[in-house]
Nanobody
Framework: QVQLVESGGGLVQSGGSLRLSCAVS????????MGWFRQAPGKERVFVAA????????MYADSVKGRFTISRDNAKNTVYLQMNSLKPEDTAVYYC????????????????WGQGTQVTVSF
């Protein structure tokens, strides 16, 4: 059974930093794209960042470019999201996602999702 478990969320002041982790178990995703999404209260879940299976290519939402960095460690089957210069509008539940088809890039329909981790940025 595939499991994606996010960690690293919490409460941080505006301008601060957090690093989210997503540990994958039950299957190896070293040849699969991975992504991060977020859902703010009362809003739909939206794309934040994605990373190619090799780590050689990344994509970001305009709202986080220059502040967030996605990375992966295939040896650990783990994906990270480094978030710097956080703003109150970054407050959301952050979800990790995995593309189920090998080699597919970019993904337009992720197959596996974590339960999410809350990030709250105070003023």
């Amino acid at each position: 059974q595939v499991q994606l478990v996010e960690s690293g969320g919490g409460l941080v002041q505006s301008g601060g930093s957090l690093r989210l982790s997503c540990a994958v178990s039950g299957r190896t995703f070293t040849r699969h794209a991975m992504g991060w999404f977020r859902q703010a209260p009362g809003k739909e879940r939206v794309f934040v960042a994605a990373i190619h299976w090799s780590g050689s290519n990344t994509m970001y939402a305009d709202s986080v470019k220059g502040r967030f960095t996605i990375s992966r460690d295939n040896a650990k089957n783990t994906v990270y999201l480094q978030m710097n210069s956080l703003k109150p509008e970054d407050t959301a539940v952050y979800y990790c996602a995995a593309e189920g088809t090998r080699w597919k890039w970019p993904s337009d329909d992720y197959d596996y999702w974590g339960q999410g981790t809350q990030v709250t940025v105070s003023f």
